[in-house]
């Protein structure tokens, strides 16, 4: 009996030692001894940091105040296909009304599907959010944009990625949304 117990206790002390061993093996794994630093961008009243793994990229909106893309998604045009677009609009009217009418148009264009919309903050102002996808080309894409006003301008903040990459990525989109100074 003794013996039985003895050798169960010492397959039981084994496994524990196993399984110990394993999650230290995973949990290296999950760590990365590449350093991120934090970048600093600051145009149009708007300043953002964001990680090294990002850089300032040319955006194709006559709105544009700046934009960022993650540096591995650049294509082979230079162009990135995950980014992050901060844009600057004049406000005609209410709003909340010039948003949604902005949403509006969408749903007349099947290339377009508004998955959500509601409130939001931004650096303590109140903020609209949208997500929608969109078909481009074949390409589908996930967005999320974020709008509030300033000094009677519309401002967005505009998280665009392929679906597929969509989750990977918006926890930088969330963290700039959490962490914007707006002069």
């Known amino acids: 009996m003794k013996s039985k117990i003895l050798k169960a206790s010492l397959i039981s002390i084994v496994l524990i030692v196993f399984l110990i061993f394993i999650a230290s093996g995973v949990s290296a794994e999950g760590s ?3 350093d991120t630093t934090v970048q600093t961008l600051s145009k149009g009243g708007l300043t953002i940091n964001y990680p090294s793994g990002w850089a300032a990229a040319a955006a194709t909106s006559n709105y544009s105040i700046m934009s960022i893309s993650k540096l591995s998604s650049i294509d082979s045009l230079g162009i990135g296909q995950v980014n992050i677009n901060f844009e600057k609009k004049p406000l005609e009217g209410d709003f909340a009304t010039f948003v949604d009418n902005t949403y509006k148009q969408m749903q007349y264009d099947s290339s377009f599907k508004l998955i959500s919309s509601g409130d939001s903050m931004v650096d303590g102002k109140k903020a609209l ?17 974020v709008w509030f006003e300033k000094g009677g301008q519309a401002y967005v903040m505009l998280y665009s990625a392929p679906v597929d990459q969509f989750d990977n990525n918006v926890y930088v989109f969330d963290y700039i949304m959490t962490d914007i100074q707006i002069t």
């Open 32 to 34: 990365s001894d590449n």
């Open 129 to 145: 959010e949208y997500r929608y996808v969109s078909n481009q080309n074949g390409v589908e894409r996930e967005h999320k944009a």
